[in-house]
């Protein structure tokens, strides 16, 4: 048994750890110039250029912002629902509609905003049609637009479904109904009960959770690419743009944004476990 | 053990494969070459984006080359940056075996694939059809102001022209000035998408700017760029709140471009292919009052190519394809209207009678020019710097700011 144990942690670093590793070397190097065919050795030019120009902090700002929007909507929402409609959604259908969007992809979604929320989309003709609107330049800009909120839409969509199906899942689980009803015959009223009782202990059991959906927002690639403006854009879509670049002397720099960023989200991620784990212990 | 033996077939997966395939020219004969090609597999990677283009590969060039060479023909779905990146990740890692043998090429890839030794040749002299070619001819034989030196062969050759709905338009712009006007007059009918098209009409621009036709021919030239560039720059930035989206955005891609053109959100729209009009007023996606036009000082015209990767396993196969898809009997294939609908890059003056008397007898395009009618409107690509610093500055001088 103890022989297994030791072979599960062999194969977490085999797979989970050493293809990671190397390639975070692979883009650390490329990132000094040190590797890459159209490259002479090693430099700090990039790191530099990356700097200099500004577009990685704003395209890092403009992330965080938008990830960090759609997950505070998505959870304010879902807990909105789990709190107001528990047994309500408990329903066939109900359960349904919830479990229909986790089923679609981001890429789909992203395309089928483009069919409803564009200009020449479903709503833009609808209006034009029933006279609200004169012509395509009247309907307002929801994709490719400035404020992201195509974007931010899409996020919502996708991910607060989940957060719905777990906070209905704790809510049930650590049977929240019961000490609300618990804290009610105490004396509290209705508001206390909610925002002493129920919020904390759904938020406190999920909010690892939360935060890694925010992480996982931040370096989404699909629905940005599709329904983002050109500048700024989301980090992966920066990435992704300076890798493929036209100019094979400045793909360097895709590498030192990809390595900010990597390293960025392992802090996080480092931090948010370490602090977890205290946690538990203090429990 | 059974973890242990995962664990090697792991490694020996990625350990590079040891076959290689050298082969001297010199010592081929096209009938050796040929011989070699017979029973083998190529793979071909190339941009799959357009049915006319995938019907004219699966149901006519995959079965041809099997019959007549008995060739297994793969294509790989990829353009410009994946080649670029899928070759230069080999050369990193040093792959003796590639997996692509041809790929289909325009003249960015050419000069990146150049710039890293990514292509292996030159090997189009040794092709019986290049006989038909005219290497002389500055749009076929100068790939962006770049000797082709037989290490690509040509396929296909295009102008780009500019396209507008004459419902909706009745005199479309044809040069700056004009431009000027119209944006003023249809605000929010037109934007340049943030990519090789669009950098393409650029430098049309930039070319106009220069006063003359031939204004950017020769080696990259800086102060030229410099004063050019920004007398464009600040041409765009006067006028972008009349483009699309107030100028505020730019689309990524030309094909967003085509379909906003589709549904009325755009009048006015370009490509290559004089235009690329033709198939897609023939699908219904553009309305037949759609016309094709080139600019008054020029729009620039071009060739693509197909090459052979540096490390391609089957060099004879790949260059047996690349031959026949030079061919007479290829290249009018890929001519017709209602086809591809690509220009033959074959010199009619160097063809037998027969196969000149049947490119003649071809049918002509119904709702797009040909690119003979705008041929006195053509411009060579101007060096590979001028589309890298235009790439560059587009973004930094006009779509950031």
């Known amino acids: ?283 | 053990m059974r973890y242990l033996l995962f664990i090697v077939l792991l490694i020996s997966a990625c350990a590079p494969n040891a076959k290689e395939s050298e082969i001297n020219l010199d010592q081929l004969s096209w009938k050796d070459i040929t011989q070699k090609a017979e029973g083998s597999t190529v793979n071909f990677m190339m941009w799959q984006g357009s049915p006319v283009i995938n019907d004219y590969i699966n149901n006519y060039l995959i079965p041809t080359v099997k019959e007549k060479f008995n060739i297994e023909l793969r294509i790989t779905g990829g353009q410009g940056p994946e080649i670029v990146q899928l070759i230069m990740g080999e050369k990193q890692a040093a792959v003796k075996s590639g997996q692509v043998d041809m790929v289909w090429i325009n003249g960015e890839t050419f000069f990146q694939l150049r710039q890293i030794d990514g292509l292996w040749g030159p090997f189009v002299e040794s092709l019986p059809n290049a006989q038909f070619v005219d290497f002389n001819d500055q749009f076929i034989g100068i790939d962006f102001q770049q000797k082709v030196n037989y290490m690509e062969a040509p396929w296909n050759v295009s102008q780009f022209a500019l396209f507008y709905d004459s419902a909706r338009v009745t005199t479309p712009p044809t040069n700056l000035e004009e431009l000027e006007d119209y944006v003023k007059a249809n605000p929010e009918t037109f934007t340049i998408s943030n990519d090789f098209s669009g950098m393409t009409l650029l430098k049309s621009f930039l070319s106009e700017l220069s006063g003359s036709p031939e204004g950017l021919n020769g080696p990259f030239d800086e102060s030229k760029y410099e004063k050019l560039s920004s007398e464009l720059w600040e041409y765009i930035n006067r006028n972008k709140q009349y483009f699309w989206k107030k100028g505020t955005t730019f689309p990524k891609e030309h094909s967003k471009m085509d379909q906003m053109y589709a549904n009325g959100e755009l009048l006015l729209g370009f490509g290559f292919g004089e235009g690329g009009i033709e198939e897609k007023v023939n699908q219904g996606l553009f309305p037949k009052s759609t016309k094709g036009y080139a600019w008054e000082n020029g729009t620039i015209k071009n060739a693509n190519y197909l090459g052979i990767a540096y490390n391609s396993t089957n060099k004879p196969g790949a260059m047996t394809v690349i031959n026949f898809l030079m061919s007479p009997e290829a290249q009018l294939r890929k001519a017709s209207p209602d086809g591809m609908d690509s220009n033959t890059i074959l010199d009619p003056s160097k063809l037998p009678s027969e196969w000149q008397a049947k490119f003649e007898e071809m049918p002509k395009r119904k709702y797009g020019p040909e690119m003979a009618d705008l041929e006195d409107k053509a411009i060579q690509e101007p060096d590979p710097k001028y589309m890298i610093r235009l790439f560059e500055d587009f973004r930094t001088q006009v779509i950031e700011k």
Do not use: C
């Open chain 1, 1 to 283: 048994m103890k022989n297994r144990g030791y072979i599960g942690i062999l194969f977490f670093i085999l797979i989970g750890i050493t293809p990671f590793a190397l390639s975070f070397g692979y883009a650390l190097l490329y990132s000094f110039g040190v590797i890459g065919v159209a490259n002479s050795g090693f430099t700090l030019e990039f790191w530099k250029a990356v700097f200099e120009s500004g577009e990685f902090v704003k395209s890092l700002f403009y992330s965080i912002a938008i990830a960090l929007v759609s997950t505070v909507i998505s959870v304010s929402l879902a807990l909105w629902f789990t709190l107001a409609f528990e047994k309500k959604l408990r329903g066939r259908i109900l359960s349904f509609v919830i479990y229909l969007p986790l089923a679609i992809p981001g890429i789909v979604a992203s395309f089928f905003t483009v069919q409803v929320l564009s200009k020449a989309g479903f709503f833009s003709r609808l209006f034009n049609k029933i006279g609200i609107t004169s012509g395509i330049s009247d309907f307002p800009d929801l994709i490719n637009d400035p404020y992201a909120i195509g974007i931010t839409l899409v996020f919502i969509s996708v991910v607060m479904p989940f957060f719905l199906l777990l906070f209905l899942n704790v809510y049930q689980n650590e049977r929240v109904a019961e000490l609300a009803e618990l804290s009610r015959s105490l004396g509290a009223s209705e508001r206390q009960t909610i925002w002493r009782v129920s919020l904390p202990v759904l938020i406190k059991k999920t909010w690892t959770l939360i935060a890694l959906y925010f992480i996982f927002l931040l370096g989404a690639y699909e629905i940005p690419l599709i329904l983002g403006e050109e500048s700024p854009q989301m980090l992966s879509v920066l990435i992704v743009r300076e890798l493929k670049q036209f100019d094979l002397s400045k793909i360097s720099e895709g590498y030192v944004v990809a390595v900010i960023y990597t390293v960025i989200v392992s802090i996080a991620t480092i931090l948010l476990f370490s602090n977890r784990k205290s946690q538990d212990i203090h429990e």
